[in-house]
């Protein structure tokens, strides 16, 4: 039961993320043009609607899956306080629920902003925004309730792994506004970043290189300093983060040179929650101990 409830929450929190693409990528991001309800008198689209059915549902199908995720949330801290009340760190995760749970109303009225305003880029990215740190608390709590590997790693190994992990909520920062730049805005007559596409792109681009430099030298120092366990242990998920970046900044190339096709975008932006989730598992791995030892 925990396993599924923690993974479920988890899911769904990258689930968001991608279906809330597809709203952006096929149109939809005003197939319902009101908030709370999807049009006026109606809280789910109805038949012939103006902007379309297939519009209204995919937009309507993103909104439902955040109510999703809010009975997952509470179903998580509902085992947290009557299961896990004995542990040690029963109040960290306490609060770790919670947060999933007020993220969803921070999603909510977030996500009727950005409907209220016409996709104005800056609510569009904020929408996306709070859902990095909503993922990390995910997998945090994930991590810890299904006893996950800790390891005490060297301070220079931690370190690394703290720059890693910040370089890559930087990237997906950048991503945000290079997608608030380009022209996958959800509808076709939206507000957009009064930022040069190309510009944004290549610092994007040249801040997913400097990730897979930095991955890799965080790989080598733990192949070169780090014990047995660590090494295997730590270094396999540094090894698949770096496979995750190699893959996504190729994708990134691809839809770049390609002229941003619908199915390309969308892969890449599951790329990008899956270089968040891998990169913040190495973050909750590998901590720094209190004394090394030579």
């Not at 300093?225 to 190339?253: D, H, M, N, R």
């Amino acid at each position: 039961m925990p396993k599924f409830i923690f993974t479920a929450l988890l899911v769904i929190q990258a689930g968001i993320v991608v279906t809330g693409g597809a709203v952006r990528l096929t149109g939809s991001g005003l197939g319902c043009p009101t908030w709370p309800e999807c049009t006026d008198g109606s809280i789910k689209p109805i038949v012939n609607q103006t902007e379309g059915q297939l519009h209204a549902w995919i937009e309507f199908g993103n909104r439902l899956l955040a109510w999703v995720m809010l009975i997952i949330a509470l179903a998580a801290l509902i085992y947290i306080v009557k299961k896990l009340k004995n542990r040690s760190d029963f109040k960290y995760l306490r609060v770790l629920a919670i947060l999933q749970i007020l993220g969803f109303f921070g999603q909510v009225v977030l996500g009727g902003i950005t409907v209220l305003t016409d996709l104005n880029p800056i609510a569009v990215s904020a929408h996306f925004v709070l859902t990095i740190p909503l993922i990390a608390g995910a997998l945090s709590l994930r991590h810890r309730i299904l006893e996950r590997p800790v390891l005490f790693v060297k301070s220079l190994t931690r370190n690394l792994t703290k720059i890693v992990t910040s370089l890559a909520f930087l990237v997906l920062v950048l991503g945000v506004v290079v997608t608030g730049t380009g022209p996958h805005a959800g509808d076709a007559d939206v507000k957009r970043f009064p930022f040069d596409e190309r510009t944004v792109s290549w610092l994007h681009a040249d801040a997913v290189i400097a990730l897979i430099c930095l991955t890799l030298t965080l790989y080598l120092v733990v192949k070169s300093s780090e014990s047995a366990e660590v090494q295997k242990i730590f270094g396999g998920y540094i090894k698949i983060l770096l496979l995750i970046e190699l893959l996504q900044g190729t994708i990134g190339y691809i839809q770049y040179f390609t002229g941003l096709p619908e199915l390309v975008v969308g892969a890449h932006l599951l790329g990008a929650v899956l270089v968040w989730m891998s990169a913040w598992r190495i973050n909750l791995t590998g901590r720094g101990a209190k004394k090394e030892v030579n």
